[in-house]
């Protein structure tokens, strides 16, 4: 069983910043990639950005040059920091962890840009 739990969300006014932690705990074996889906009130879960263990990021296009992954492995920690954000961003985030043996997902952290 793995245990994954996101944090660091919030209320900002547009052009601000966020950084939300996501630490995997139990079970987890190998992580192979974590990231960062977001879903917005009646829309489907939308990927943002992806880690994989060999450090390679990618990101959706929407956030690409104003959002940056990163991790620390060896904390099994995956940190989404977020910059000039838009209300369009406003969802609850969501942390995947994809393991050797499974994909865990934790239960969100609320983002909301408003002015």
Request: contains cysteine.
């Amino acid at each position: 069983q793995v245990q994954v739990v996101e944090s660091g969300g919030g209320l900002v006014q547009p052009g601000g910043s966020l950084r939300l932690s996501c630490v995997a705990s139990g079970s987890i074996f190998r992580i192979r990639a974590m990231g960062w889906y977001r879903q917005a009130p009646e829309k489907q879960r939308e990927w943002v950005a992806t880690i994989t263990e060999d450090e390679s990021t990618t990101y959706t296009n929407s956030v690409k040059g104003r959002f940056t992954i990163s991790r620390n492995s060896a904390q099994n920690t995956v940190y989404l920091q977020m910059n000039s954000l838009k209300p369009e961003d406003t969802a609850v985030y969501y942390c995947k962890v994809v393991s050797s043996v499974r994909s865990s997902w934790g239960q969100g952290t609320q983002v909301t840009v408003s002015s």
